[in-house]
């Protein structure tokens, strides 16, 4: 499915914020293992999710899907067992690095099989780990598709993260708790921290010290789980494309509430503000143990900023867009230390390059990152352009935005995958004024 973005377009109003998609996944699985019914309001009924719901379904959990987007965690009769057929996580890297995590812990045999581009994200990183607490796994390299043998994993396991991944840390812990095994994991960079989070929620003893300035998350073994109603706040991910897209419009306010402001997220807000955005947090709230608000947007004139450093696991999803709002700002804008967008569901880098030499936007490729000259005010591009989307919803949306301040029509192709994160893009910046077509 390719999408033209239309000219002559607003972008003003108020939206709520769809679900977090990392948040809707790990509640599936921390739900299923508690076995008990737990309602789940908010939940992002994308693709990833699904996916996720779809291989905890063939696992022997009863998940089920009720009128105004409400999810049921029934009690299931077998608890989770070993599936019949391999467990299809689509596109969902999350999906899969948790799940492996889990199903490990519970020393269920399975193999793990994904789509075309999850085929191609290597998996290394959570299968090194999961080895060395004992679980016994075959793949090709790291890659799809992995078998999961039966196997007991290890007590006590401590494990220092060689980088920075939320995704690796929340491996383990599902492990760990899957298993009943004790686990401490050592993060020199915090990471977000959802999971903690939320098997706190859930009454797991775990506990967070720093030492060294470094984390130290450690999860007893044993935990004795207690089911409790959860409510998933908006993706602040997802709205990143909103806010960026006001600030560059010619919107006169946008209110998007219902966003999640967990600390470990929130980097994106305060890159912005360092860029001269004008965003005012209002209603600050708590939900299931995560910090919620709503947000309120004015157009304002960016200026260029350096990225580096600790920020970036922080801000790793919000870079596409990030470079859209760079395209749009006065000065210089410096992205480094972001190698690891070059392994997400598409090299990030090069195809953030891509779409900025087809808008004109002068821009220098570096090995871990990017350097943009911006330039205020709209993009004045001879015609029409097309723009690749490398089948990556999250460059698919940033360049469909950066069409808010175009002359030209901007059409990016095969825009499929924007439905597995933010499957209300299109109708929610329809009804702030910005058409895009079909």
């Known amino acids: 499915m390719n999408l033209t973005s239309t000219l002559e377009s607003s972008f003003s109003g108020s939206v709520r914020c769809p679900g977090d998609k990392s948040i809707s996944q790990r509640v599936l699985m921390v739900g299923s293992l508690i076995n008990e019914p737990i309602k789940i309001e908010g939940f992002l009924e994308g693709e990833d999710p699904l996916s996720t719901m ?25 608890g989770l067992k070993e599936p019949n057929d391999p467990l299809d996580l689509g596109n ?12 490990a812990g519970l020393g269920i045999k399975t193999t793990f099989i994904g789509d075309s581009s999850l085929s191609q994200r290597p998996m290394k990183r959570v299968l090194n780990p999961l080895k060395a607490m004992g679980a016994d796994i075959t793949s ?18 401590i494990y220092e ?7 690796v840390k929340s491996c383990i ?8 095994k004790a686990v401490t994991i050592i993060e020199p960079i915090q990471t977000r921290d959802h999971t903690e989070r939320m098997l706190k929620h859930f009454g797991a003893n775990i506990t967070i010290d720093q030492k060294d300035s470094k984390n130290i998350i450690s999860l007893k073994g044993k935990a004795s789980l207690k089911a409790k109603d959860y409510q998933v ?13 006001a600030l560059i419009s010619k919107s006169k306010k946008l209110e998007v509430c219902g966003v999640g402001m967990n600390p470990s997220r929130i980097g994106i807000l305060s890159v912005l503000k360092d860029m001269g955005a004008q965003i005012e947090i209002k209603n600050a709230r708590e939900a299931s143990g995560e910090p919620i608000a709503d947000l309120v947007v004015l157009p304002s004139k960016l200026s260029g900023v350096t990225l580096e450093g600790a920020i970036i696991p922080n801000i790793i999803d919000e870079i596409p867009i990030l470079s859209i709002a760079a395209a749009f700002a006065e000065g210089e804008t410096i992205i480094r230390d972001a190698a690891e967008l070059r392994v997400k569901e598409s090299d990030r880098l090069s195809a953030i390059s891509n779409g900025l030499a087809k808008l004109g936007v002068v821009h220098e490729n570096l090995d871990d990152g990017i350097k943009i000259h911006g330039n205020l005010g709209l993009l004045d591009i001879p015609g029409p352009v097309q723009i690749d989307s490398f089948h990556d919803h999250r460059i698919a949306m940033s360049f469909l935005i950066a069409g808010l301040n175009c002359n030209q029509p901007i059409t990016v192709l095969e825009c499929d995958n924007i439905f597995t994160s933010f499957p209300t893009f299109l109708e929610l910046t329809a009804s702030l004024g910005y058409k895009i077509e079909k």
């Open 54 to 78: 779809r291989a905890l379904n063939q696992m022997g959990a009863d998940i089920a899907i009720h009128p105004n987007n409400i999810f049921q965690i029934k009690k299931s009769l077998t």
């Open 92 to 103: 969902s890297g999350t999906g899969l690095r948790l799940m492996l995590g889990m199903t």
């Open 140 to 157: 090709d390299d790291g890659m799809l598709p992995i078998e999961l043998n039966s196997s007991v994993l290890d007590d006590d396991f």
């Open 161 to 167: 993260l060689p980088v920075a991944s939320a995704q």
């Open 173 to 180: 812990l599902l492990a760990g708790l899957a298993a009943q």
């Open 233 to 245: 706040v908006g993706d602040i991910s997802s709205a990143a494309f909103l806010i960026v897209g």
